[in-house]
Each structure stands twice: as C-alpha cells, then as structure tokens.
C-alpha cells in the first residue's frame, strides 16, 4: 500500500480546495463529460481499439422484464435559461423529466419496494468537480442549466438543477405505486433541504431513507423514518457528524450502514433504534475513508470504500473487513477491530490515478466474496493534467487520455485475513499504463508513460479485460444474488456523450468458474438505463436505474428518468416436448430430462421431481418434472411403463426325487426371473415327513408380477433300519450261527408299532425270496442317523432319544442261502427290509434299506483297504468299525464253541430298557 508522502504528493495541486473527492462523492456516479468535450472523449475510441479484438458474447436473457414504474415528465423546457412552462402535455417545448436516479431503494418486511429518486444528479456532480466549467450545456437527451436554472438564485450554480427527491412506495400486493413526498412535506420540510436522498434500508417494520445534505445549508446527512405495515411517516432529522451516505445492509436480524464522517474517515453503524424513536445509531466500525457498499461474507461484514482526499490521513479506496459477527452482532466495542484486507494499489501502478478509484458494489457468491471498482471519466485524465500540466502536443495529449483511462475492474477473493487468503483478478489488465514525471524540468510536460504490470505481479485476468470488454463500463454499480446466480450491474458512461446510448450493462455469474453472461447490454431495453439500485427476493428481482437523460425528445422512443424494473425466470424451455412415454420390461431407473434456462441453450436446468426415479413393480405411472429455481414453473409428465412379459425358470427341471431315512425334510427349490431375479418356491403342503411313505410335493413360483409356474417333486420317506446295531462295517460272516439283528428305529413322526410285524421281510434286488423274522422285540435302543455316512452306512448312534424301536432277528444261514449271498462274499450288499403298515395306518407299503459287507471267518482283518475306497474317511473310522465288527464275529464263535456258557452278554442280549412313547 502506498504511504502517506506519496499519496499527499499525488494531489498536491488540489490541496486548496480542488478537491477531487468532492466531486466523487457528491456524484456517486456520475458521468463528468459533455458533447463539448470532443478531445476527452477520444479515450473511449481508444480504449475501445484495444479491446476491439474482445467479443461480448450476446444477450440470452434468462429474465422477463416488467416495468412497474418510471419517472414521468414533470416540466416543460423551453432552452437554457428560460423559465419552464406547466406541463406536460407541453403545446411548446420539450418534455423534462427531473427525476433521474433511483438513488436509494429497499425491501420491507412485508415485501414492498420502497425507493427514493433524486433529481439531475449528474449535473449536479459535473458541477461539484472545479474541473469542469459551470457553463451551462445542452445535449440531445440532457440538460445542466447551472446557473441559469430556474432555481439559481437562490441556489448557487452548482446545485442550480437541483428539484427536490421524491419518496415513493411500491405496493407489491395491488402492484400500485404511492408516492409519500407530500406527507413528508406535511411535517417538515426537510427532505427541501435534501440534495439527494442516496440510501434506504430496513428491518422489522421501520423503513428509513438517507442523503447528503445541500451544500448550501447545514452540513450532515437527512434521514427520514416510515412504519412499513401502516405506511406511516414517522419523522426525519439531521446528524451533523455525518457527511454521505450509500447503502445498508441486515445480517442476523442487525441493520448496519456504511457512511462518511464529517471529519474525514468513514464509520460503519448499527441501528440501535425503534419505531418511536427511530433514528439512534451505535458506531461499530472505523474506516480510513468513506464506507460504500456492505456485505457479509465468512461470518464477517466487508465494506468498499471511496478515498480520503480532504482530511489527513489520506487514504486509498480499499476493502474492510470486520472481525467475526458474534452472536447478537458488532458493537461499539469491536469498531477498532476492523481490517483492510486490500487496498486498490495492490492492483494500480500509477499512484496518483490509484488516488481516484472508488470502491463498487460486492457481494458473496459461491463461496468467494466478489467486488468491484468505480471510475469517473476524465477525472484521472484531469488530475494529471493539474498536477503536471497539459501537453500542447497532441499525440501526448492523446497518450495521456488513454494511459489515465480506466474502466471497472472486477475481483473476487476468499480467506481474508489468513495467510491462505486468495485474492484473484476476474477483469482487468495484465498490464496498465503508468506516467514517470521529469523531475529535472518540473515546468513541462515531459515525463514518459509506460505499459507496467499490474501490481498482481502482472497475472492476467481469469475471463477478460476490465470493462466486462465494454469500454463504456466505468462503474461496478450494483451487485445481488438472485436464484442462486450473481447479477451485476454496471453504469455506462457514453450515455453522456451520445444521441444513441447504449445503456448499462446487467451482467450475470452461473458459478464461480465460468465468465460473466449478459443478461442485457441495453440497459434492459432502455439505452439510457444503468443499474444503480438492485434488490432480490425469492421469486423476483427488483431493478432501479439511473440516467443522465433528463430531455424527453421523442415520448414515443425510450427517454430518461429512473425506472423500477421488476424481473422474474423467464420459463425454462424443455429439451424435448412433450416427453415420450417410456416402457421397460422389469423396471426402469428415469434420467431426469433438462430444458434450456429461459431458451439459452448452453445453459441447462435439469429437472426435479418428488416421484421415485426407480420404478420396478409393473404398471402405468406418470411422473411430474419441475424446471426451474426452488421447482418454480413450467412442469412436464411424463408417462412411464413397466411390464413382466415372462414367467419365472425353475433353475432344475425336473427336479429330483428325495429319499429320507426316517425322515425327509425339503429344501425348497428355486427359480429365475427376467424381473425378480431368484425366487424361492412356497408350497402348501409340508415339507418335513417322518411316516414312511411316498409323497408328492407341489411347487409354486410367483414372480409377484401376475406370472405363477408350479412343479411338483417326489418324496420318500424309508424306514430307517440299521444291520447289526453296534456295527457300521456290518459284518456277514458265512459261518454266522447268531441270529442276525435289523433295528427299525422310531422317531417323533413314526411310531414303529404301526408297523404290521408280520408283513415285515427282508429281501434282495433282483432276489424273488425273502426270509421273515424269527423274532421281535420293541425297545429304546438308537436314534436316527445324523445323516453322516460311513462309506455306504447309515450309522445310528446307540443311546435312548425317548421313541421306542423294533428289534427283528433273522436267521443268519438262511438269509445267507435265500438270498443267495454266498456267491457275493468279499463285496458290499445291500438288503431291503419291506412290509407293511397296520390296517389302521392305511396299510401303505413301508421299506428300508441298509448293507451288509459279506465274507468269509475273519476277514474283517483284511477288509481295510478294500473298506477305504468303499468310502470310510480315515483308517481311524475304519479300525473302530472293524473292531466292532470283530467282537460280533468273535460272540459268535463263542456260541458255536462254547454254548451258553460264555460268560460275556452282546448288546443284543442286554435287558430291554422302558420303552419311549410318542
């Protein structure tokens, strides 16, 4: 930043009185330039060469415009220095319209536009420079009298165009404008002693307007109070301690605003008043120069501001920012607790045009607080013509109409006050032209303008030269974030100097990484708009323009006067129209369709919905898309359609029978869906059997979709028979003498004394013959096979489960003979115990099955590796089941060789336990 030496000697020549900034902040934005200055003018045709290579992509507004107001003609004139006559209509004479600015505008709490409009200011701000001649001057839109005007005497010259401003409340409910100057008057008459009502703020139900006062009375600000919901007048005053002031802003239900002390410097304040005794304010912020424009960005209040010329100490314009807003928001206490986290010579080479920046509008957008510059033509060009003199040459003159030009300038930054902070140039100039006076021969002009970069370190700008590549815009002037975009306004300055303005420039930001967009390049619509004034609510944005053109030479062409602008979404146009109805087959997941956002077509909006986007069931739906911010208007339905055109697959077919030893439990089978994918089949009837028996199990596939296939599946259930208890290996000697055993084991479901024992027989496949029981028994001795196999086996663990068995013995010899097993010795036979159940039961055929390993004496010892390739898991199984085995064989032969006198009992000869019931 540039010390205070250097800046006092920037303005050396204007220390008397000359005061630039007076200037500046009696204009606000003001153009200071008329047709009679040809030469100035010059810097535009070449500004407009450099930037001839910089396309300004055309308009593709996405708002519709609706003009709710405008300021009419209120006087008739009749050329400089003559008296205007009543009117309109004027039978003689042209047209005037006075009121030229929207100077100061806001928003209730019950959602009216209340706005204030001042009268010719840029004449007024030409006349408050000493730059510029007070003679009297006339172009084909405008009009500044000075003092010829009616009003001079009593006024000075340079207040001679002054009318009286005017107060005025848009209605939003009956969309009818009142106006509540007159009340105003009925009170007092301060608002006559009101150069220009310049700013209107509000919060709750006090809505308060303020400007400067004239010069030619007391010095300070006038402020003037309405009740919002009564629309109400509840007074004005006076504060001296203050000189300007512009914009106001509420950040957490606190209304702040920026002003400039009559002492130099700036102030931020807090409204600390009510409806009886409105106009109390609490200083919360200190500034080195006029406060501007407010925002709040990062949980802080940032400020722009305009430089200190007047009072020591001078300053630069820059940006403040405010220390966090703490709950309840800033006090008194914290207004020493400000920061400038920018000032305009961090960007400007040239000290003393940096001396004539202005801070312009700022807003937080996307995470980034953005701000611009302001500008006055000429008035760099004419500072330094004071300071070092005006060049006789004419090329130097030129050169020094361009290297003094500037045009707004457009930054953006995040992190302020943080070493991370980011501050990033988004139009402007890598490089500006900078002017190195010849202090060995102060009298002349012959000092050298050079091209320097920008104190950035020369970085570029992100998407484009200043101006917006406009060489008219001078003035970042106004800034609001409406449906989630940054519209920014600017003013333009050839409205001055031509018979065809091309008006203020509404430009719009969609995200933090693309370039501005135009929304209007025409001052929507009306050449001689700029955009002063722009304030958002949640479904409209409300415009207030300023203009220099005062003249109204033809009613039926655009003409002067403020106006107040209402814009609203223009309605998305969908993509494609109608949409198509959709079918699918199973289900379909919708791709929101999209519309061009107000017919642009680069610029997309993709649909919303509250409808689920996954649709699976069949049937016939519609689907209702909203376009637009917050699912404003238009809407499309959509027809959507899904169907299942195919019936489930079982995954086997057919599917196979099961066969259960005791017991038969299902698995129930599946099946494949084009839509459902896998479905586990139900059935009705059971799917556990313990009854011995032949069952037949239907299937059925439902795919829930209207299809249903079924399948059915044969069950068995055997009797569960175990050969030789005791003994997996079921060992079959030639020479057995003892009877042999077959347990036919009882469960929960199967009683085995439903059995009709004497239907029992025990066969073999392909044997006709079979060999009946010697005897029988019932008792308690196995449970059911676990379902684990030894080899082909099914081993029952020996041990009470409550549910009696049956015991049959066979004649060992005889099955040997009848079923022709001696030619079977050294292999594995199976043999089939079939009968059939009691009358009672249904007589339904029963069987079971179990094996028998046939041999000759003692050649279980030769059985193992035979027996471990039948399917034993280990030799460890095995050797058990062997031994078993063996001490059968050995019993035996304890029979033959020694009689009943073997003094060891079998298993099969132990006391039968108490039989278990079901």
């Not at 033959?896 to 278990?916: L, N, T, V």
Request: glycine fraction near 10%; hydrophobic fraction near 35%; charged fraction near 20%.
């Amino acid at each position: 930043m540039k010390s205070g030496r250097e800046i006092l000697t920037m303005v050396q020549a204007v220390a008397a009185g000359a005061i630039l900034i007076g200037f500046i902040s009696s204009a606000g934005g003001a153009i200071c330039c008329d047709s009679s200055q040809a030469a100035s003018s010059s810097a535009n045709e070449t500004y407009m060469a450099v930037v001839q290579s910089t396309q300004v992509p055309e308009p593709c507004p996405i708002l519709d415009r609706k003009l709710l107001a405008k300021a009419e003609p209120d006087e008739c004139y009749h050329g400089i220095g003559n008296p205007p006559s009543p009117g309109p209509p004027c039978p003689e004479g042209i047209p005037k319209v006075n009121q030229t600015y929207v100077w100061g505008m806001t928003k209730s709490e019950e959602g009216d536009i209340w706005f204030a409009s001042s009268a010719n200011v840029t004449c007024m701000a030409m006349a408050s420079s000493s730059f510029v001649n007070l003679t009297p001057r006339e172009g084909a839109n405008y009009v500044c009298e000075y003092g010829e005007s009616q009003y001079s005497p009593p006024l000075l010259p340079a207040q001679g165009d002054w009318r009286p401003p005017k107060i005025y409340v848009y209605d939003t409910s009956k969309n009818k404008l009142i106006e509540k100057t007159s009340e105003c008057l009925a009170v007092d008459d301060r608002i006559k002693t009101t150069m220009g009502i310049r700013s209107a703020g509000s919060l709750g139900k006090i809505v308060i307007f303020a400007g400067p006062c004239l010069p030619t009375g007391s010095a300070g600000i006038n402020l003037f109070a309405f009740r919002s919901d009564t629309k109400e007048y509840l007074g004005s005053t006076t504060l001296a301690t203050y000189a300007d002031i512009r914009k106001w802003l509420v950040v957490d239900g606190v209304l702040y605003t920026a002003v400039r002390n009559t002492s130099g410097g700036g102030s931020v304040l807090r409204w600390v008043g009510n409806l009886i005794t409105p106009f109390i304010f609490e200083e919360v912020g200190k500034l080195d120069s006029e406060g501007v424009e407010l925002a709040e960005h990062e949980g802080r209040l940032f400020v722009t501001t305009w430089p200190e010329m007047m009072f020591p100490p001078l300053a630069l314009a820059g940006l403040y920012m405010s220390p966090p807003i703490p709950p309840g928001g800033l006090r008194a206490v914290h207004a020493d607790s400000w920061t400038k986290v920018w000032q305009v010579d961090e960007y400007e080479p040239d000290p003393l045009i940096a001396a004539t920046y202005g801070g312009g509008a700022l807003a937080s957008f996307k995470g980034y607080l953005y701000w611009g510059t302001m500008h006055m033509p000429h008035v760099a060009e004419s500072l330094h013509f004071a300071i070092f003199g005006e060049p006789e040459d004419p090329e130097k003159h030129k050169q020094a109409e361009k290297g003094t030009n500037r045009l707004t300038s457009l930054f953006r930054g995040r992190n302020f006050g943080t070493r991370s902070q980011e501050i990033t140039l988004l139009y402007g100039e890598e490089k500006l032209w900078k002017y190195t006076p010849n202090l060995s021969n102060p009298g002349t002009y012959s000092g050298t303008w050079e091209e320097v970069a920008n104190n950035m370190g020369g970085v570029k700008p992100l998407f484009g030269p200043s101006g917006f590549g406009n060489p008219g815009n001078y003035y970042t002037w106004s800034m609001a974030v409406f449906q989630d975009q940054l519209f920014v306004g600017t003013m333009e300055a050839r409205i001055s100097v031509s018979s065809n303005p091309a008006g203020g420039d509404l430009f719009r930001f969609i995200d933090s990484n693309s370039p501005a967009r135009p929304e209007s390049l025409n001052g929507l619509g009306n050449p001689n708009n700029n955009f002063r004034n722009m304030v958002a609510t949640e479904d409209a944005l409300y415009v207030g323009t300023a203009t220099m053109s005062n003249l109204v030479p033809d009613p039926n062409k655009p003409h002067g006067g403020w106006e107040l602008i209402k814009l609203t979404a223009k309605p998305p146009i969908p993509d494609v129209d109608p949409l198509p109805t959709l079918q699918a087959e199973c289900g379909i997941t919708l791709t929101p369709p999209t519309a061009s956002r107000g017919g642009c077509a680069e610029e997309k909006i993709t649909a919303t919905t509250t409808s689920p986007l996954v649709y699976h069931e069949p049937g016939t739906y519609t689907v209702t898309w909203a376009y637009g911010y917050r699912g404003s208007a238009p809407f499309q339905t959509q027809q959507i359609i899904i169907q299942d055109s195919q019936p489930p697959i079982p995954t086997i077919d057919p599917l196979p029978e099961i066969i259960g030893k005791g017991t038969a439990t299902l698995t129930p089978p599946t099946a494949i869906d084009n839509c459902v994918g896998t479905i586990t089949a139900t059935t009705t009837d059971p799917i556990t059997y313990n009854i011995p028996g032949t069952y037949t199990v239907t299937w059925t596939y439902d795919d829930g979709h209207g299809h249903s296939v079924t399948q059915t599946q044969k069950v068995t259930v055997e009797l569960a028979i175990d050969i030789q208890p005791g003994s997996c290996f079921n060992q079959l000697n030639m020479t057995n003498i003892r009877p042999l055993s077959v347990l036919v084991l009882g469960s929960r479901g199967f009683d085995v004394a439903s059995i009709e024992p004497g239907s029992l027989k025990l066969g073999r496949e392909g044997i006709s013959a079979s060999v009946a029981p010697i005897r029988q028994k019932y008792q308690d001795l196995a449970t059911l096979p676990s379902g684990e196999k030894r080899g082909p086996y099914d081993c029952p663990d020996l041990g009470r489960d409550g549910y009696k068995d049956l015991i049959l013995d066979f004649n060992a010899q005889e099955v040997i003979r009848v079923l022709q097993l001696r030619e079977e010795k050294g292999k594995i036979i199976p043999l089939i115990l079939s009968g059939n159940l009691k009358a009672e039961y249904g007589s339904k055929p029963v069987k079971g099955q179990d094996f028998v390993a046939v041999s000759s004496p003692w050649s279980m010892f030769f059985q193992g590796p035979s027996a471990i390739t039948a399917g034993w898991r280990n030799w460890g199984e095995l050797s058990q089941d062997l031994i078993n085995s063996y001490l059968y064989d050995l019993h035996n032969f304890r029979l033959w060789f020694y009689g009943p006198f073997w003094p060891y009992k079998s298993i099969r000869e132990e006391k039968p336990a108490p039989i278990g019931t079901r």
